[in-house]
């Protein structure tokens, strides 16, 4: 079992930047590959991004390629995403994912969500 606690969210202008972070407890976190979603209001849950166990494979959804940065530290049981230039369209909760695979099929284990609300 691992337990997921993200942190970070909140409301920011378009334009400007937040970093989320998800802590992780439990099992050994370097055997899991990391990911982060997103549901806006309405809409069915997206996959964001997603980085491999050892952090050397990241993939990105394309509307986020150039302004999102997913990375972890397996020190800390850690995973963040780094999110720049953030638009009205970024708005949504944002959940860390874990498990023994990467990218949008993801599905072992999930936190609990993070709202991120960008005003234009």
């Known amino acids: 079992q691992v337990q997921l606690v993200e942190s970070g969210g909140g409301l920011v202008q378009a334009g400007g930047s937040l970093r989320l972070s998800c802590a992780a407890s439990?099992?050994?976190?370097?055997?899991?590959?990391m990911g982060w979603f997103r549901q806006a209001p309405g809409k069915e849950r997206e996959f964001v991004a997603s980085?491999?166990?050892?952090?050397?494979?990241?993939s990105y959804t394309d509307s986020v390629k150039g302004r999102f940065t997913i990375s972890r530290d397996n020190a800390k049981n850690t995973v963040y995403l780094e999110m720049n230039r953030l638009r009205f369209e970024d708005t949504a909760v944002y959940y860390c994912?874990?498990?023994?695979?990467?990218?949008?099929?993801?599905?072992?284990?999930w936190g609990q969500g993070t709202q991120v609300t960008v005003s234009s």
């Open positions: 994912a874990a498990d023994s695979i990467v990218g949008p099929r993801m599905n072992a284990y």
């Open positions: 980085i491999s166990r050892g952090g050397t494979i990241k």
């Open positions: 439990g099992r050994t976190f370097s055997a899991y590959g």
